[in-house]
């Protein structure tokens, strides 16, 4: 059986509906490898559909398709886990209701893949505030999908054709990390990085710059020591399980020759420091994976992008990249 890829719709008020819509309307969900599955609300599929002039007809489906949509004469198939009331809701002012929902489609999405009934889930934004507000105290998907699927560690990497960063800790106050770093931390993301390599994109020896935190790489301990207590025993101890792994780089200079193939990863040790690099090269393609679970997840690289939704504007470039990297992803597993 061909298992389906699963697509969690995300904020019904951010601009995940209509990249769904507009990545249908312009081809982009033809040929896929997979069936590609909506875990979503039909009723926000259909108000998407009409900012672009689009005629939609439903019609109801058995099994996992609860609703088929036919938009300008394509179908996308839906499960439907929430009917919201959308032509109430407005554009960047999520409910509670929607908050429930959007996390309602990844823990269904999760469980489809943990079962084994679906190859691979890929995933619109959500925001992070609104899910918060319904009563989940996770930051993101990345950490609730950990908690789903009963993992402690796991990596969120970015990627994109030139440049691929791995984060040792993601969302928190910048003044937290030094004191969350840890060498054990470091080498975790290190494995997980080097295995995931290996497995799910065909890299036989993964060569993985890791950066320093601090400028300099510390300077000889004059501006830090966490390069030395830290990184450099991390670095150390992955060389030694065979990994090749190198630093601690600068980060200043390490990125220009990462870009240039110099490297297959780059290992970070905050969020901005890997993800400013990132979306400066790959903001329109780049793909939001998490490493280290036992399902497949890709996702968009941006966020529900609250000050365009509703226009119609918004590219689908980087929610098509996410549906493409889960295709290869899954035909490796
Ligand atoms: N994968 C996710 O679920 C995810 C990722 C990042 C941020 N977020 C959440 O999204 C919310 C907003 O975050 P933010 O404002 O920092 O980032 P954002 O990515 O939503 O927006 C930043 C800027 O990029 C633009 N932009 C975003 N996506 C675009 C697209 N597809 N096409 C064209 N322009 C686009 C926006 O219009 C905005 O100007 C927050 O709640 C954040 O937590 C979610
Ligand atoms: N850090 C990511 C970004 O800025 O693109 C994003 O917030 C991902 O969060 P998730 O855990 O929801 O994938």
Not at 87 to 111: D, K, S, V
Not at 122 to 146: M, R, S
Request: aromatic fraction near 4%; charge should be negative; hydrophobic fraction near 45%.
């Amino acid at each position: 059986m061909n298992r389906p890829l699963i697509l969690t719709m995300g904020d019904p008020t951010g601009v995940g509906p209509e990249i769904i819509v507009k990545a249908l309307l312009c081809g982009a969900l033809e040929n896929l490898s997979r069936p590609l599955l909506v875990a979503g609300d039909p009723g926000v599929l259909e108000k998407a559909a009409a900012l672009f002039g689009a005629e939609s007809t439903i019609s109801y489906g058995t099994g996992l398709v609860s609703h088929r949509l036919t938009i300008a004469g394509r179908n996308l198939e839906v499960h439907a886990l929430s009917l919201l009331p959308a032509g109430q809701l407005e554009y960047g002012r999520p409910t509670p209701e929607c908050g429930r929902a959007m996390a309602e489609y990844i823990e269904w999405a999760c469980a489809r893949c943990q079962q084994g009934v679906a190859a691979g889930m890929v995933t619109a934004p959500i925001n992070k505030a609104a899910i918060h507000a319904a009563g989940y105290e996770f930051p993101g998907h990345t950490e609730l999908l950990a908690a789903c699927c009963g993992v402690d560690k796991v990596v969120m990497m970015l990627a994109g054709e030139r440049l691929r960063v791995c984060l040792v800790t993601t969302h928190l106050a910048l003044a937290e990390v030094p004191r969350v770093l840890s060498e054990a931390e470091i080498l975790a993301t290190i494995r997980i990085t080097d295995a995931s390599l290996r497995r799910f994109f065909g890299l036989d020896r993964p060569r993985l710059a890791v950066l320093s935190l601090n400028p300099h790489a510390g300077e000889g301990g004059m501006f830090g020591d966490e390069e030395a207590r830290l990184i450099a025993p991390a670095i150390a101890a992955a060389r030694a399980a065979g990994i090749e792994a190198s630093g601690p780089h600068s980060a200043d200079t390490l990125f220009h020759f990462a870009a240039r193939g110099g490297y297959d990863a780059v290992v970070c040790m905050y969020h901005d420091q890997g993800l400013i690099p990132l979306k400066l090269l790959h903001f329109d393609d780049g793909v939001n994976v998490t490493l280290g679970l036992p399902i497949v997840r890709t996702s968009v690289d941006h966020g529900t992008a609250y000050d365009i939704a509703g226009t119609g504007k918004a590219s689908e470039a980087s929610l098509v990249a996410a549906i493409r990297m889960a295709e290869k992803m899954t035909g490796h597993v």
